[in-house]
């Protein structure tokens, strides 16, 4: 309920009529004709019963509606209209990049849309409009993300990488190579902004699930070339290889530095309350006792019923850490049950799971009441 609490004033937030009003000045200084009261009535009519990228849809309608039909003049009075904006980034101007993507999307408007897209994403990340034109248009588009890695702009080398992931959250699906999309990374990891960064990061861990090999020895290159600083080339693997780590990729784990079959023993696992409801915290405590020296990454597992027989799993991290032969580390946690907007909770037994470098060590049941 919380999670679903916070969505909504994060949408009413981001799109509201104090913005969209603003957003109507903005369009009115270049464009006189608009009705700035009717284009402000029309979008927020429909606000109440839409979600956040439902609402810069819908201004993206409204556009339509109140704008030239023209595409090359319209296109011309937003690209315009943000030279009266005092603010660089806000995610009403994701409206723009639809309007792109929707009616710009042609052989005909190629150019001047990749060129738009590349212009409106210093002022919201146009990552899910690029998606139309590399679905479309595969290898013109794919030109423009090398383009877009070599500028000076940060929020155009963000989008060369961040447009291009395989499994960007929100975002439509893409059919293209992701080892050549790979290739743009090689351009952005040893950026020196964590913005970029980060999104290469990102990306990795994407294509880590459709090939774990393929970004494990990626990682190894760069890392060997010494491009970027020890620093953040160790913030970046550790990033791109979260998956992998919480999956218990041996490869992934070795390259870290970690053993799957640490010499570690899990003991005493137990809970302090076996059955939780929701809104309530399973306490639970164990000991790992290390038999050799070695890094651990200390996690557990809650395993989720469902309404088939099939199982869901989520890994939550404890910690990282490094031991001395005989230590003995005491390990107490506590988890929050609540609802949750990604997964659908039921009653009845559940597991959870102590799991050490990857490897599951031990496990105890309980009861959730919801």
């Given at each position: 309920?919380?999670?679903?609490?916070?969505?909504?004033?994060?949408?009413?937030?981001?799109?509201n009529?104090?913005?969209?009003?603003?957003?109507?000045?903005?369009?009115?200084?270049?464009?006189?004709?608009?009705?700035?009261?009717?284009?402000?009535?029309?979008?927020?009519?429909?606000?109440?019963?839409?979600?956040?990228?439902?609402?810069?849809?819908?201004?993206?309608?409204?556009?339509?509606?109140?704008?030239?039909?023209?595409?090359?003049t319209?296109?011309?009075?937003?690209?315009?209209?943000?030279?009266?904006?005092?603010?660089?980034?806000?995610?009403i101007?994701?409206?723009?990049?639809?309007?792109?993507?929707?009616?710009?999307?042609?052989?005909?408007?190629?150019?001047?849309?990749?060129?738009?897209?590349?212009?409106?994403?210093?002022?919201?990340?146009?990552?899910?409009?690029?998606?139309?034109?590399?679905?479309?248009?595969?290898?013109?588009?794919?030109?423009?993300?090398?383009?877009?890695?070599?500028?000076?702009?940060?929020?155009?080398?963000?989008?060369?990488?961040e447009?291009?992931?395989?499994?960007?959250?929100?975002?439509?699906?893409?059919?293209?190579?992701?080892?050549?999309?790979?290739?743009?990374?090689?351009?952005?990891?040893?950026?020196?902004?964590?913005?970029?960064?980060?999104?290469?990061?990102?990306?990795?861990?994407?294509?880590?699930?459709?090939?774990?090999?393929?970004?494990?020895?990626?990682?190894?290159?760069?890392?060997?070339?010494?491009?970027?600083?020890?620093?953040?080339?160790?913030?970046?693997?550790?990033?791109?290889?979260?998956?992998?780590?919480?999956?218990?990729?041996?490869?992934?784990?070795k390259?870290l530095?970690?053993?799957?079959?640490?010499?570690?023993?899990?003991?005493?696992?137990?809970?302090?309350?076996?059955?939780?409801?929701?809104?309530?915290?399973?306490?639970?405590?164990?000991?790992?006792?290390?038999?050799?020296?070695?890094?651990?990454?200390?996690?557990?597992?809650?395993e989720?019923?469902?309404?088939?027989?099939?199982?869901?799993?989520?890994?939550?991290?404890?910690?990282?850490?490094?031991?001395?032969?005989?230590?003995?580390?005491?390990?107490?946690?506590?988890?929050?049950?609540?609802?949750?907007?990604?997964?659908?909770?039921?009653?009845?037994?559940?597991?959870?799971?102590?799991?050490?470098?990857?490897?599951?060590?031990?496990?105890?049941?309980?009861?959730?009441?919801?």
């Amino acid at each position: 309920m919380e999670t679903e609490v916070r969505k909504m004033l994060l949408k009413d937030q981001l799109f509201n009529k104090e913005n969209v009003t603003w957003l109507a000045k903005l369009i009115k200084g270049v464009y006189p004709a608009l009705d700035s009261g009717e284009f402000v009535k029309d979008v927020l009519v429909k606000f109440p019963v839409l979600e956040l990228k439902e609402r810069f849809f819908w201004i993206r309608e409204m556009i339509e509606k109140h704008l030239p039909a023209d595409y090359e003049t319209t296109l011309k009075i937003l690209l315009k209209s943000l030279d009266n904006s005092s603010v660089k980034s806000d995610f009403i101007f994701a409206a723009y990049s639809n309007y792109v993507a929707i009616n710009g999307c042609s052989l005909k408007y190629l150019d001047i849309s990749l060129n738009a897209l590349g212009y409106f994403t210093e002022y919201c990340s146009a990552e899910f409009a690029i998606r139309s034109f590399i679905n479309k248009f595969p290898d013109q588009t794919f030109l423009k993300f090398n383009e877009w890695s070599k500028s000076k702009n940060d929020d155009q080398r963000r989008l060369a990488s961040e447009g291009l992931r395989p499994k960007l959250p929100w975002a439509v699906g893409i059919n293209f190579d992701y080892k050549l999309g790979a290739s743009v990374l090689d351009l952005l990891y040893y950026d020196k902004n964590r913005y970029v960064t980060r999104s290469v990061a990102n990306h990795l861990n994407d294509i880590s699930k459709i090939d774990a090999a393929f970004v494990v020895e990626k990682l190894r290159k760069w890392k060997k070339f010494g491009q970027q600083s020890e620093k953040e080339m160790d913030y970046i693997i550790r990033h791109s290889l979260r998956t992998l780590i919480k999956r218990g990729d041996v490869a992934a784990l070795k390259f870290l530095g970690f053993d799957f079959n640490a010499k570690v023993t899990v003991v005493g696992l137990g809970v302090v309350n076996s059955t939780v409801s929701l809104g309530q915290k399973l306490e639970f405590y164990f000991d790992v006792v290390a038999e050799a020296a070695c890094k651990l990454v200390i996690d557990y597992v809650v395993e989720y019923p469902s309404k088939t027989s099939r199982k869901s799993l989520k890994v939550f991290k404890i910690k990282t850490v490094s031991v001395t032969k005989g230590e003995v580390l005491h390990i107490e946690k506590k988890h929050l049950f609540r609802l949750m907007t990604t997964k659908k909770l039921y009653s009845g037994e559940h597991t959870l799971k102590v799991q050490i470098n990857g490897k599951v060590m031990s496990a105890v049941k309980f009861e959730l009441e919801v």
